[in-house]
């Protein structure tokens, strides 16, 4: 009887489809992982400095802020549909920091503004040094302590739930620290661009979109066959 109801006459269009998707839990961690990751890899493709190659050096940062407004997205959906991630104030603190990450990536897109204005007005290499670079790095620094400490506030809430494997929160919570700590590290040592501390936070920022990433997949799955259940 269930597979009648979806009979030609009542299927339904490739938008209903992707209206579907993207209401079902896991979604926007989904789609944040995939635009962080496709934004790295466009800024594989700007020149040295990245100022000289506007466009991925531009699309890269807009790709990061569209990454950072679907996490806030998922993380404000699983905290107002799931009673049992509003205990205490810890679902609406990971809220509150995933915001402040979109934020920040905002401002962090003008300071990429203002690195190819320098470079176009041939000021770039004297302002490089003192100025831009170390600017620049102290707001993926800053990006790194804001989305490691929502990371870490996320798997708390998920560890309130039953929706993903009991390890996966305390993975996620491990992760978090580490990508937070390294930020903070980093900023209050003045440690330079490429050393050790800064190379961590780089690369623990990436574990933090790769854990975001599993995450979209256990609940999406977990919603789809949760859809199933009900249609059968």
Not at 31 to 58: D, E, K
Not at 69 to 90: D, E, K, M, N
């Amino acid at each position: 009887m269930a597979t009648e109801s979806i009979r030609p006459g009542t299927e339904r269009t490739t938008s209903e489809l992707l209206a579907d998707m993207a209401r079902r839990n896991g979604t926007a961690f989904l789609c944040g992982a995939i635009a962080f990751f496709a934004g790295s890899a466009v800024l594989t493709q700007s020149g040295q400095p990245g100022a000289s190659t506007p466009l991925p050096w531009m699309l890269s940062h807009v790709l990061w802020i569209v990454a950072t407004a679907f996490v806030a997205i998922g993380t404000v959906r699983l905290v107002v549909a799931r009673p049992a991630s509003r205990t205490g104030i810890v679902g609406y603190v990971a809220s509150g920091l995933v915001g402040l990450g979109v934020l920040h990536t905002l401002q962090w897109a003008t300071w990429v503004y203002v690195d190819v204005i320098a470079y176009q007005q041939n000021a770039h290499e004297m302002l490089s040094l003192p100025l831009l670079h170390p600017f620049g790095t102290g707001h993926m620094l800053m990006f790194a302590i804001i989305i490691g400490s929502a990371i870490t506030a996320l798997a708390l809430v998920l560890a309130g739930t039953r929706l993903t494997h009991r390890a996966l929160p305390w993975l996620g919570g491990l992760v978090g620290v580490m990508t937070a700590l390294a930020g903070v590290v980093t900023l209050v040592t003045f440690a330079p661009v490429r050393s050790p501390a800064s190379l961590v936070a780089i690369g623990s920022q990436a574990l933090s979109f790769a854990w975001l990433f599993v995450v979209g997949v256990t609940l999406y799955r977990d919603s789809s066959e949760a859809q199933q259940e009900t249609t059968v």
